[in-house]
């Protein structure tokens, strides 16, 4: 079945460095991720997604990079601001849902 | 577009109290969600709707109950509040369901903060 890690479930950047987040799943035949960011006290907002086609889809300030061979995906996120203080989803699609990690949360140090 | 709105945002109940949380969407979108989050658990599937009058359970769905009469409106009704049902509730709609096509992407409410007492 699907299954949804975070290599890490805090992490700390300062402000103006780049950030990774990492995510694995396990299901190969998996075709469509998606990114969602969760500021406090707000639902859960679409960043960025990537079709299993391509390996690499750049947004504003943020890329997302597909490894098909490890089945990882990472969010960068270039000069990390405050507002990017959040936590971090790539929920993994299961049939008629998404599967939720515990997400992984982003603190931005002054 | 209004997207997704949740009333009540929040909302204290006794244990045994019933109440439905409402979750709307003027989105046109078929596929309708509901989640709860607890601290350190993420967000875990409640109930689902792939369209009016269709409903299925996700991951958590004991002590909910759904219903989609209408495309727009996907309300959560809790028989008898108990306080392990203290979360914060959110609800989400996309144009298909997930799997179904690329807009799949999930609109989210800003939720419904629950306590029960």
């Known amino acids: 079945g699907e299954s949804v890690g975070l290599h890490l479930p805090t992490l700390s950047v300062q402000e103006g460095d780049n950030s990774i987040i990492n995510c694995a799943y396990s299901?190969?035949?998996?075709?469509?991720f998606i990114w969602y960011k969760q500021e406090s006290g707000k639902g859960p907002q679409f960043i960025i997604d990537?079709?299993?086609?391509?390996d690499k889809r750049q947004g504003q300030r943020v890329t997302v990079l597909l490894n098909k061979t490890v089945k990882h995906l990472s969010l960068q996120i270039a000069a990390t601001q405050p507002g990017d203080s959040a936590v971090y989803f790539c929920p993994s699609r299961g049939t008629y849902k998404y599967i939720f990690g515990t997400g992984t949360r982003l603190k931005v140090l002054a | 577009n209004a997207g997704v709105t949740q009333t009540p945002k929040f909302q204290v109940l006794k244990t045994g109290q019933s109440m439905t949380l409402q979750c709307a969407q003027d989105m046109n979108h078929e596929y309708m969600s509901w989640y709860r989050q607890d601290p350190g658990m993420g967000l875990r599937l409640i109930h689902y709707?792939?369209?009016?009058?269709?409903?299925d359970q996700g991951e958590v769905p004991n002590g909910y109950n759904v219903s989609r009469s209408t495309t727009e409106d996907f309300p959560l009704r809790l028989l008898s509040a108990a306080p392990s049902q203290t979360s914060v509730y959110f609800c989400?709609?996309?144009?298909?369901?997930?799997?179904?096509?690329?807009?799949?992407?999930?609109?989210f409410g800003p939720g419904t903060r629950l306590t029960v007492l």
């Open positions: 990537i079709r299993s086609n391509m």
């Open positions: 709707s792939v369209g009016a009058g269709i409903t």
């Open positions: 989400a709609s996309s144009y298909s369901f997930p799997g179904g096509g690329r807009t799949d992407t999930q609109y």
């Open positions: 299901n190969s035949a998996s075709d469509y």
